[in-house]
């Protein structure tokens, strides 16, 4: 995955046929029960989380997760938005066919939601108290290298450390891509 991301951020239009290709009916399919079965509306997202990633693929980087994970997050966005759209639309008077289960779209999100924080979580408790204090001071207390040796009284060395390894591991743990 490396490579495609790197050859996203050149703008190889290969690259993203190759991405295209991997993921579309996955994305697809997505969008399609968020918006019950709609398939041009599902087209619609689909097409907009393709053009969002692209527009913002000099910022894609392998630290950060999967290109998959990213492309379903926006495509799931985008298509909740149209559905949000749909209500409003229909609150306003405006007709609107009525063939989203607005129930069932609220539910796929807490799900969706839920099971991400359900790995993350699993994920964490998976590494040492050590790497987990300094992954939980990093990122939802919002540290910074320096301040978490300062709070937890180790070289910023050991912290550093502490963090590579705990990254790793969470990367591993979470199937997003091989570690470095």
Do not use: C, N
Request: hydrophobic share 40%; charged share 30%.
């Amino acid at each position: 995955m490396e490579d495609l991301i790197a050859r996203l951020r050149r703008r190889d239009p290969d690259a993203l046929a190759d991405l295209y290709d991997a993921t579309y009916r996955r994305a697809y399919g997505l969008a399609l029960r968020v918006l019950s079965g709609d398939t041009a509306a599902a087209e619609d997202a689909v097409q907009e989380g393709y053009l969002a990633l692209w527009r913002q693929a000099d910022r894609l980087s392998p630290d950060r997760g999967s290109v998959e994970g990213l492309l379903l997050t926006i495509v799931h966005r985008r298509a909740v938005e149209a559905v949000r759209v749909r209500i409003r639309q229909r609150e306003s008077g405006d007709t609107v066919p009525d063939r989203v289960d607005l129930h069932a779209v609220d539910l796929l999100d807490a799900a969706i939601s839920s099971m991400e924080g359900e790995r993350v979580r699993t994920a964490l408790q998976s590494l040492s108290p050590e790497h987990r204090e300094a992954v939980e001071l990093a990122y939802f207390a919002q540290l910074s290298h320096r301040e978490i040796a300062e709070r937890i009284g180790v070289p910023l060395g050991t912290v550093k450390s502490r963090m590579h390894h705990a990254i790793r591991a969470l990367r591993g743990s979470l199937g997003l891509g091989a570690a470095s």
